[in-house]
């Protein structure tokens, strides 16, 4: 309401007065000064009143009011300074000291509340006599008719007015004399109080038993639903005392001025205690979704203290109410029900939706600082992914998940200790985990990078990721990893996306449904990559980011071809059901000419299977060549062969050694009947290649193998002769001697063979151990079981690596880049790959990506033939 205009008094008009008047004047005054002096001298006696009352009149009645109100109100000022200001805050410089305000040691816990509601008394006693003796003079003011200067008088606005003056004197006193410790002492107050509140509302809601409840029963016993405001008589008694006493504080505190203090004092309090719960709820266990049982506590304790506490206060009116105002936007309804209250007040809405989001914030920032842990043990820790969503869709506080994100995986994964197997599950796991929070793939974009980045510097990323591609377990070398890190499912995922394409392109193409999807749009985030589309266009493809690791989908298939190959190589049998099913979800992503080589590869094997059953069945006529073979134990029951075209096939490596003579006669008899079933070909044995089935019989024990070849070859030289040099031994198998000394490791930790230094310490000897007694004394392995295939431990594969295969095919463009390096000084990569694809006419032609050639160019900088310098490369000097 506007001020009233003040009665100005015209001092002037004294001249024109007599002596009698300004007698008059001057004894009103004193006699109102006099009267003013009694009412405020702290006695509380109002007998004064009717005096001040006369002379109050007397003096308005010669046009004096402002005179009569500045006074009266300058000795209210006084007054309340020195009857209520300072006795006030002398209650609390015992306080001064915060830190004594949380040691019970020096103070009780009731010690600080009584000393408030005492000087809270004390004071609003004081403030409501002052008040008294402010409306005895609005009273004299307003019977007072015939006012000279001012006419008809608005009764009403002269009291707001005087009341609303002497209000802002008191604020304004007790806030310049403020001391520090008072908002401390506050917020301790209502801290204590809310503490207690909680705890009763705690014990009311869990059972007896609680420390026996799993997470979800806790949920489930504090939902809103289930609560009434009612509800135990010894809780709502409890409830209604805890909130008087709060309320009377507050309403008192409000009086003085302190409203927006104290508002912060509470209001701190409650989030305070809402933080410690939502810590206590969330804890380090992830597999528990904790949300709603932080919105049932909100709605079981804070809720119902503020719903009590608006009552008492007279702050609460209904949300429909046409009285209650403008309203929250983000209050137009309630967004959940609330326990015992039908119409809620836009007050208790607007404190919900404060503390609400408080909770998904102190949440949000705990999931977050433990989302490495989080994504760690995905699948199971997605309750707490789900809550996470639930969090940053309510906050929209996205890019603090990025930020802190990518720095825990610089710091924790993205190291030279970390494996790319576990760099890789690691990143899996993480396109799993945040394709629940953002579908479309923005935010994952960013947080991706730098490990995409990194793993491009390692040089077993490729085969890793082809190992997940094709290994149930998980890419994991004991085979030990989670079958949900294979990205088999992903590419049955795909397959079934497709067929279901049909469907959805016609669906999507229905009018109305198109209108839904205008209706809905949402622009993309800051964050999101302008080049990827928009949100709506985007779709999370496992499979399709780790393949954008390596930047080609040519590596990757040329890996898998050559991991495809070392274990067909290896089979025992022609059972490939399984590397079929994986072809042919891998032509589905990569298409089918990318993977015809490895689809010939396979038909191979099939008609191994075929032509090996053709030749045995020719074993039935008479032939002098079988009656011969049978003779020395060998059949050709007992060989399988793969027949490979080698054209399609990857390198092999190859490795010459003798045969035993009737192992040798056994695969030319093979190869002879192939010629006859399969002519014109002809077999080119790869005798180092395959695996062999071995039964070795002593005098006390047997003992199976299956192992490599050579392994067999070198064992089956003891038969007749139980001891050979190692010089005499290579002769034999036709290899040198270190690969002699290399291969008998194996039977010599297997207790077959035992080692010892003959005449020439250069010319090692090999005995066999006929007993296993002997076996044991030179510390073999004696025990009968099946022995998995040896030759893994030392490293050596039957087909050419793929950094191998670069190497052979780079090699061609060796003089290429000499020449350049000669003519130039140096180069930079770049500059390098530009000028090989624009002026290299080697055949083939220069294809090579950029990391290809980084990884020759490495070789030779190995190999001391150029130097690395500042990122230029140059020849070595």
């Given amino acids: 309401m506007a001020e009233p205009a003040p009665a100005v008094a015209d001092l002037g008009i004294l001249d024109a007065l007599g002596g009698a008047a300004v007698d008059e004047i001057l004894h009103a005054y004193a006699g109102f000064c006099s009267a003013t002096d009694s009412l405020l001298s702290g006695s509380g006696d109002l007998s004064a009143g009717a005096d001040l009352v006369a002379h109050a009149q007397s003096l308005r009645r010669h046009g004096l ?35 004594l305000l949380e040691s019970k040691s020096l103070i009780q816990d009731d010690e600080v509340q009584q000393v408030l509601c005492n000087a809270l008394e004390e004071i609003s006693s004081e403030k409501h006599y002052q008040e008294k003796c402010l409306s005895i003079l609005v009273h004299a003011l307003q019977s007072f008719e015939g006012d000279m200067f001012h006419g008809k008088h608005d009764a009403e606005a002269d009291r ?69 405001i009612d509800e135990g008589h010894h809780q709502g008694k409890f409830l209604d005392e805890v909130v008087k006493n709060i309320g009377k504080v507050v309403r008192d505190l409000r009086d003085l001025g302190f409203t927006s203090m104290t508002e912060d004092a509470y209001a701190s309090a409650i989030f ?41 206060l007279g702050d609460s009116y209904d949300y429909d109410s046409p009285s209650s105002g403008l309203k929250s936007p983000l209050a137009s309804r309630p967004s959940s029900c609330y326990p015992g209250i039908d119409a809620p007040s836009e007050g208790l809405v607007r404190w919900q939706l404060r503390l609400e989001y408080f909770a998904y914030e102190t949440l949000q ?90 793993l491009r510097g390692r040089k077993d990323t490729v085969k890793c990721i082809v190992t997940m591609l094709t290994d149930g377990s998980g890419g994991s070398p004991d085979g030990t990893g989670n079958a949900g890190d294979s990205l088999l499912e992903e590419l049955n995922r795909d397959e079934e996306s497709q067929e279901n394409s049909v469907f959805e392109d016609g669906f999507n193409s229905d009018d109305k449904q198109a209108w839904e999807i205008a209706a809905s749009w949402e622009p993309d985030p800051a964050e999101a990559d302008p080049l990827k589309g928009s949100r709506n266009q985007r779709k999370v493809d496992i499979l399709g980011m780790i393949v954008g690791i390596i930047g080609s989908k040519d590596q990757l298939v040329n890996e898998y071809r050559v991991m495809l190959a070392e274990k067909l190589l290896n089979k025992s049998d022609y059972d490939i059901d399984s590397e079929i099913r994986t072809l042919e979800l891998l032509k589905i992503h990569f298409g089918e000419s990318s993977m015809l080589k490895c689809e010939i590869m396979l038909n191979d094997l099939i008609d191994s299977k075929r032509t090996n059953s053709n030749i045995k069945a020719t074993i039935n006529q008479n032939s002098q060549t079988s009656a011969d073979l049978e003779d020395t134990g060998l059949s050709l029951d007992n060989l399988d062969s793969t027949i490979i075209s080698s054209n399609f096939w990857p390198p092999i490596q190859e490795e010459t050694f003798n045969l035993p003579e009737p192992v040798d ?39 199976q193998f299956t192992v490599a070849p050579m392994h067999a070859a070198i064992i089956m030289q003891f038969q007749d002769q139980k001891s050979w040099t190692s010089k005499n031994l290579a002769i034999a198998m036709g290899v040198p001697v270190d690969v002699i000394n290399r291969r008998t490791s194996f039977w010599i ?47 050596e594969n039957s087909v050419a690596s793929s950094e191998d295969q670069l190497r052979k095919e780079m090699t061609v463009y060796e003089k290429y880049i000499v020449g350049m390096l000669t003519n130039f000084g140096s180069m930079a990569l770049d500059r390098i790959h530009n000028t090989l694809k624009m002026f290299c006419v080697a055949d083939p032609p220069y294809d090579k990506s950029l990391q290809q050639l980084q990884s020759f160019l490495s070789g030779l900088v190995v190999e001391e033939k150029l130097e690395l310098r500042d990122g230029m490369y140059c020849l070595k000097k």
């Fill in 65 to 99: 009011l402002s005179l009569v109100r500045d006074h009266f109100l300058r000795a209210l000022e006084e007054s309340f300074e020195r009857n209520g200001s300072s006795k006030f805050w002398r209650h609390f410089e015992p306080y001064s000291d915060i830190s």
């Fill in 160 to 228: 707001i007015f005087l009341f609303s003056k002497y209000q802002l004197m008191v604020s304004s006193i007790l806030m310049a004399t403020l001391p520090h410790c008072f908002p401390e002492i506050l917020h301790w107050y209502f801290k204590r109080r809310l503490e207690e509140i909680s705890t009763m509302m705690d014990d009311g809601i869990d059972s007896p038993d609680k420390d026996d409840m799993d997470l979800d029963e806790k949920s489930m016993c504090i939902k809103a639903g289930e609560m009434d």
């Fill in 272 to 312: 305070l205690l809402l933080k410690a719960k939502v810590h206590n709820l969330a804890g380090d266990d992830f597999r528990s979704s904790i949300l709603g049982a932080v919105k049932g506590w909100i709605q079981a304790v804070p809720l119902r203290f503020f719903k009590a506490l608006l009552s008492y």
């Fill in 365 to 454: 920032d705990l999931r977050i600082a433990k989302l490495f842990e989080i994504i760690v043990d995905y699948p199971d820790s997605a309750p707490a992914i789900e809550d996470l969503k639930q969090c940053l869709e309510y906050t929209g506080q996205h890019s603090k998940l990025v930020k802190s994100f990518i720095s825990a995986l610089r710091y924790r994964l993205l190291t030279a200790g970390a494996s790319t197997n576990d760099i890789l599950h690691q990143y899996v796991s993480t396109i799993k985990a945040l394709r629940t929070i953002d579908p479309a793939g923005i935010f994952l974009e960013a947080v991706g990078e730098p490990i995409r980045e990194y």
């Fill in 665 to 703: 006669q056994l695969l030319s008899d093979y190869a002879r009947r192939y010629n006859e079933v399969k002519t014109p070909r002809k077999l080119l044995w790869k005798k180092n290649i395959g695996t062999v089935k071995l039964e070795l019989q002593f005098e006390d024990r047997e003992m």
């Fill in 749 to 795: 930790s297997k207790g077959i063979l035992a080692e010892s230094v003959g005449s020439d310490s250069d010319d090692h000897i090999f005995l066999l151990m006929e007993s296993g007694a002997d076996a044991s004394r030179n510390g073999g392995n004696t025990e009968c079981f099946e022995e998995p295939l040896a030759g893994d431990e030392e490293g």
